[in-house]
Nanobody, 124 residues
Framework: VQLQASGGGLVQAGGSLRLSCAAS????????MGWFRQAPGKEREFVGS????????YYVDSVKGRFTISVDNAKNTVYLQMNSLKPEDTAVYYC??????????????????WGQGTLVTVSS
């Protein structure tokens, strides 16, 4: 299984970025896809998740209304659309996958597969 995250970069506060996570190596039908982030000197933090069908998603309060997770099943790709970015959103963003279970599970160790991370820097 491979998860390949991309799309990070430098953006000004208030701007937008879309991260992609290309998934390969198996069928992800029964998987939950999550996004996490890790700021310098901080622990990895859960951002949100979506089921592979794309019908249900969940977000932590700090990004709710600003971030949107979606899935393109035909491309086996998960997206994280980030709008109204703030300097505190600066972090390395990781996509991850876990087999079934709740979308609300925020513990990184509960996820089975991880991408390599992509850096998002938001300048003030």
């Amino acid at each position: 299984v491979q998860l390949q995250a991309s799309g990070g970069g430098l953006v000004q506060a208030g701007g937008s970025l879309r991260l992609s996570c290309a998934a390969s190596g198996r069928t992800f039908t029964h998987y939950v896809m999550g996004w996490f982030r890790q700021a310098p000197g901080k622990e990895r933090e859960f951002v949100g998740s979506i089921n592979w069908s794309g019908y249900s998603s969940y977000y932590v309060d700090s990004v709710k209304g600003r971030f949107t997770i979606s899935v393109d099943n035909a491309k086996n790709t998960v997206y994280l659309q980030m709008n109204s970015l703030k300097p505190e959103d600066t972090a390395v963003y990781y996509c991850a996958a876990k087999f079934v279970g709740s979308l609300r599970v925020s513990t990184a160790t509960r996820y089975d597969y991880w991408g390599q991370g992509t850096l998002v820097t938001v300048s003030s």
